[in-house]
Every structure is written in C-alpha cells, then in structure tokens.
C-alpha cells in the first residue's frame, strides 16, 4: 500500500499571492485607507505650511520640511500599527482558525503580516512626502531620500506594536483604542515637540518612548542633530520587546486550537 505524504510549501507558504490577496482586502477597507493615508497629510498641511515655517532654515532644508518628516513618520506609525493589528479582525473571524488548518507555518503568517504592514507605511511616508514636495517643504535631496527610507524601515517596530496589539486587544476597537495612544506616544516622544522643548523630566521620559527612536533617527538626515546609538537602541529594544510580545500571543492563540 502507497502511504501519502504531505508536502509541505516552500517558505513555509509565504507567497507573494497570499500578500496581494491581503493588500486587495485591505484596499477594500475604507476606514483604514483615510486613516493611515490622508490624516498624516492632512495634518501636514494643517500645521506645518505657515508662511513663517517655510522661511525658518532646519539644518540643510525648513521648518517645514522638518514637520513634514514627523508627519511621514506618524503616517508610517499609523500604518504598520493598522496592518499589524487587522489579525484581531481575522482572528475574531475565524479566518486565521481556517490558516492553520492549512499547511501555512506560523512564521510564515507572521512575516505575510510585517511585510503588509511595511507596504502600507512605504505608501503611507510616499503620499506624504509627495504632498510635501509641492506644499513647500525644503530638503537636501540626500534628505528626501534618507529620511523617507528611516521612517519607513524605522516604523517596523510599529507593524510589531501592532502584531501584539492585534492579539491582545478585542477586534471591535482596536484602532480606536490604538489610534489614541498612538498619538499620545507621539507627544510624549518627541514628534510632535521636539525633546529640547519638553522640559528636562519630559525629554527623559520622552528618551524611554517607542516613538523617540524612531522620530530621531528619521529626522537625523535633515537636522545632523541627536544620539543616534540611543535612538537606534531605542527602536532595536522596543522592536525585541513587540514581536516578542506577538510571538507568545501567538502560540497562546495557537494552543487553544
């Protein structure tokens, strides 16, 4: 008798289909295309188009172009924190019950769910920065680039914020809860008022934020100004911390299958 056996996919099932099916679904999601791609924008040039914001030298470019970077690294908060924690909604679903019944590898859905979320900030910190260019923003073209690049990748530790979130918090409101203390973190961490402007006990606290390292690190290109071990030991700990978190949701969620 010929016994079967069942092959398993390559990369663990990790495909670029599976991500194409996922961005067409998350496309279809209006809620979440406002929120991730227009408000950043729209905050943009709610604050930081003033006449006087554009005469004001930054390093090699404007204020301006120093609020559009914090912009574009909010959108990119925004938008990897939303792709990370639409597994709340699969999850409450059942969808991803069905997943494991395939021969999906967990790290495998994990990494279909970074790479989502690191497409929608790529896009985020473009729309962003395009609405920049024609809206006044001065850079050093070497800036444009280095910043845009920083506060995409740098916004990885979101799209793990958001993986965590997505498990730990119910699928009915969970933006509405992580858009709020998204924009707290960005108070406290310094995007939205520089650190030096925060007094000396806030720019500490600011220092032990997510949002810190990741906001400096961006904006270092333009303004050659901050620690940069800090801030990058800032995103990597935070980074650590986040997907450590997913990961032991994850195979909690797993075991009661």
Not at 181 to 201: I, N, R
């Amino acid at each position: 008798m010929t016994v079967m056996t069942r092959s398993l996919p390559r990369f663990g099932g990790f495909s670029l289909g599976m991500i194409k099916l996922e961005l067409r679904r998350l496309a279809r999601n209006k809620r979440t295309v406002i929120f991730t791609l227009i408000f950043p924008a729209a905050f943009f040039l709610l604050f930081g188009t003033s006449a006087d914001y554009k005469t004001e030298q930054v390093g090699g470019g404007n204020l301006t172009g120093y609020v559009l970077v914090s912009m574009a690294v909010y959108g990119a908060m925004l938008a990897t924190t939303s792709g990370g924690a639409m597994v709340s909604i699969e999850r409450a679903a059942g969808w991803s019950r069905q997943l494991r019944l395939t021969p999906l590898r967990p790290y495998a859905y994990i990494a279909t769910k970074i790479v989502l979320a690191m497409i929608i900030g790529a896009v985020s910190v473009a729309v962003a920065f395009a609405v920049g260019a024609v809206s006044g923003a001065q850079l050093p073209v070497s800036a444009w680039i280095l910043c845009g690049l920083l506060a995409w990748v740098c916004a990885l530790v979101f799209a793990a914020f958001g993986l965590f979130m997505g498990y730990l918090l119910p699928s009915e409101n969970v933006m509405q809860i992580l858009g709020p203390a998204l924009a707290v973190l960005s108070f406290a961490g310094g995007l939205f008022v520089p650190v030096d402007q925060l007094g000396s006990t806030f720019a500490t606290i600011a220092k032990f934020t997510p949002v810190y390292g990741v906001g400096e690190l961006a904006r270092y290109p333009l303004t050659h100004d901050g620690n940069l071990w800090l801030a990058a030991l800032n995103v990597i700990v935070w980074t650590a911390l986040f997907a450590a978190g997913a990961m032991w949701r994850f195979r909690r969620d797993t075991a009661r299958v």
